[in-house]
């Protein structure tokens, strides 16, 4: 499965100019997202344009775009001289935002448990459920912007449950970690066990099993939190490791 994953794909093929510009631009921006992710530029060093274009053997507009999309991941900061830098993983309250997560999360779900709160809606779920269960049918590849469905997943099941404001918080909470969490879905093991997690906990709901949808969502969430600390942490001392060296891609004019 590719990109189309992560939006709704358009069912005419199109193989012009302008698909293989879009296909140029997102390997591009795939590529460097993916050597930040893996620590091999030093902490706060400069992205030359024209460096990382040579690095990457293209020209510079397609840098130029995945710059800008790199820092709405929070992957580069912007600096004071408009130059973009490479950010460090912000590792700073991440189990404290993981304990807020996990709490709305649990919540989501045992406040059905209330006699007076009326259960989770099957009519939100059960498209949920078809959805995974496609997913785990055609796995996509290993992709950080996999994260996007997750939360997708994890907002969905909030709002099943009828509490608007619990909702909107964990969606909150979600954005304020989601640069780290891309670390979650590098390898194709995590998403695969991301896919079957999921499917648990939502047939596990739709079943009226909640106790057991409880466990299996402290259970998801725990084990996401630890993959992400020891991946972000691993990208961390990479980058310190690089700081020693001057690397190409800061090198020129600034």
Known sequence: MDAGLYTTPDTTPDTGPGARTRLRRDQVYGEL????MLG???????????????LLEVSRTP???????LLADGLVERGQDGGYYVAQPDL?????????????????I????????????PAVLEPLRDQWRALRDDQPEPDPQFVVMDEDFHVTMSRASGNAALT????????????????????????????LQHLEIVEEVLAGRLEDALTAMRRHV????????????RAITQMALNRGRRHDVDRGSH
């Open 63 to 69: 840098v130029r775009e995945a710059l800008v999309r």
């Open 168 to 195: 909107s918080t964990l969606a909150s909470v979600n954005a304020r970690i989601r640069a780290v969490r891309m670390y979650d879905f590098l390898t194709a093991d995590r998403i695969t066990l991301t896919i």
């Open 33 to 36: 997202r993916r050597r930040l």
């Open 222 to 233: 725990g084990e996401s939190m630890d993959v992400v600390e020891r991946r972000a942490a």
């Open 110 to 121: 045992s406040r059905a448990l209330e006699p007076a709160v009326r259960g989770h809606d």
């Open 40 to 54: 091999e530029f030093a902490i706060r060093s400069r992205l030359v344009e024209e460096r990382v274009a040579a």
């Open 92 to 108: 700073h309250d991440l189990r404290d935002l993981y304990e807020l997560r996990v709490t709305l999360e649990l919540r989501g």
